[in-house]
T-cell receptor, first 109, second 117 residues
Framework: GQNIDQPTEMTATEGAIVQINCTYQ??????LFWYQQHAGEAPTFLSY??LDGLEEKGRFSSFLSRSKGYSYLLLKELQMKDSASYLC??????????WGAGTKLIIKP | GAVVSQHPSRVICKSGTSVKIECRSL??????MFWYRQFPKKSLMLMAT?????????EQGVEKDKFLINHASLTLSTLTVTSAHPEDSSFYIC?????????????FGPGTRLTVL
């Protein structure tokens, strides 16, 4: 079956760095997405990886290893507004998104 | 970036009534639209995939007669919750994709909060 695993909840301190991991087992692979979702709102796009390596975009970076079925989202210089759920999603062989359950990130002052 | 709108953003209805939710891609043509349902503190659950001009493909366990989907044009898809009941109360989110390919980002609408009394 298809499966996306990510931690349920993480806590970090304002100004620090946090890494949210995602492992996946899917039928086919056409890229991995990270989305941010604040409570009561729709997800917003953060990053897309289809090749191995690190993609950096400002304070956020995303890494992919296809051979390991593994990705992480790295958030630097954490701000209180980064408190949200972070969803990992994999595009499978049919270009359908398979979603992880999301990681709730709590930022403390 | 591409913009997807959803209407209404919030709706409260009585049990037994039907509710229609619209999803529009404002600045691109969406060959495929997706309808998701999300329960509190849960991830997105794909309900159905619709391609313009053809019947929607429903996920297992989703009643197609209960959740009617119409993708009448390349910019509009509608979800109708028929004979709504309190257990249908949820956050419904649509997303739209311009086409399949190497980069197939889905653009999300803002969501519709449905409360059935």
């Amino acid at each position: 079956g298809q499966n996306i695993d990510q931690p349920t909840e993480m806590t970090a301190t304002e100004g620090a760095i946090v890494q949210i991991n995602c492992t996946y087992q899917t039928s086919g692979f056409n890229g991995l997405f990270w989305y941010q979702q604040h409570a009561g709102e729709a997800p917003t796009f953060l990053s897309y990886n289809v090749l191995d390596g690190l993609e950096e975009k400002g304070r956020f970076s995303s890494f992919l290893s296809r051979s390991k079925g593994y990705s992480y989202l790295l958030l630097k210089e954490l701000q209180m507004k980064d408190s949200a759920s972070y969803l990992c999603a994999v595009s499978d062989s049919n270009y359908q998104l398979i979603w992880g359950a999301g990681t709730k990130l709590i930022i403390k002052p | 970036g591409a913009v997807v709108s959803q209407h209404p953003s919030r709706v409260i209805c009585k049990s037994g009534t039907s509710v229609k939710i619209e999803c529009r891609s404002l600045d691109f043509q969406a060959t495929t639209m997706f309808w998701y349902r999300q329960f509190p503190k849960k991830s997105l659950m794909l309900m159905a995939t619709s391609n313009e001009g053809s019947k929607a493909t429903y996920e297992q366990g989703v009643e197609k007669d209960k959740f009617l989907i119409n993708h009448a044009s390349l910019t509009l898809s509608t979800l109708t919750v028929t004979s709504a009941h309190p257990e249908d109360s949820s956050f419904y989110i649509c997303s739209a994709r311009e086409g399949a390919g190497d980069y197939n980002e889905q653009f999300f609408g803002p969501g519709t909060r449905l409360t059935v009394l």
